[in-house]
């Protein structure tokens, strides 16, 4: 069995320090906002100016102001503050984010990352990515193990445009938790079920 999007985002949560500050990135990674469990204590930063996202809003506290960096509209926490982007991008820059959880749509043996474009089909830009990669001190991805057309986005290397070059630490897809170790992927946990046959690696990339 693989694991839901909420199991994904479980287990990328499961991997947080208490008191961390962490950056979300758009799509899958947003759902860890709202499955925070109680007790732990974690401030989550959006690069559009926010510190203290805490998940979803309520129907009745809905507000078009308060949204993330996809454009989702956003609770906030007690004590969250806002700021504009400069303060925003200066704590990104300056080594102020403990952990960065981002979307993939490759990732290679030697950690680097491509998530921002497919050649050919129409993209906005690369965001604030570029720089999350390099600023926050660990770098977790969050995605699922294979692409629409069946092929596993774990690569021996990237075929896409790179977003960041040996920056990924940490992968957690449907399939597993995953970790950069000696140009290639060692794995930490599987979801039950699941067997190294079928993540479509072959030996040669998956190491001890």
Known sequence: MTWSKEQMADKVISLFENHSTINLG???????????????DVMIHSENGVLGVKGRPHKDHVSPTLINAGKETIDIGKGASFFDSALSFGMIRGGHLDYCVLGGMEVDIEGNLANWMIP????????????????????????????????????????????????????????????????????????????????????SLIKE
């Open 120 to 203: 050919g089909k129409k993209v906005t830009g690369m965001g604030g990515a570029m720089d999350l990669v390099h600023g926050a001190k660990t770098i977790i991805v969050m995605m699922t193990h294979f692409n629409k057309a069946g092929r596993p986005k774990l690569l021996e290397k990237c075929q896409l445009p790179l977003t960041g070059l040996q920056v990924v630490d940490l992968v957690v897809t449907d399939k597993g938790i995953f970790s950069i170790e000696k140009k290639g992927f060692k794995v930490k946990e599987l979801a039950d079920g699941i067997k190294s046959n079928e993540l479509g690696l072959g030996d």
């Open 26 to 40: 758009i799509g899958l990674p947003t759902l860890i906002a709202e499955r925070i469990p109680k007790g732990l």
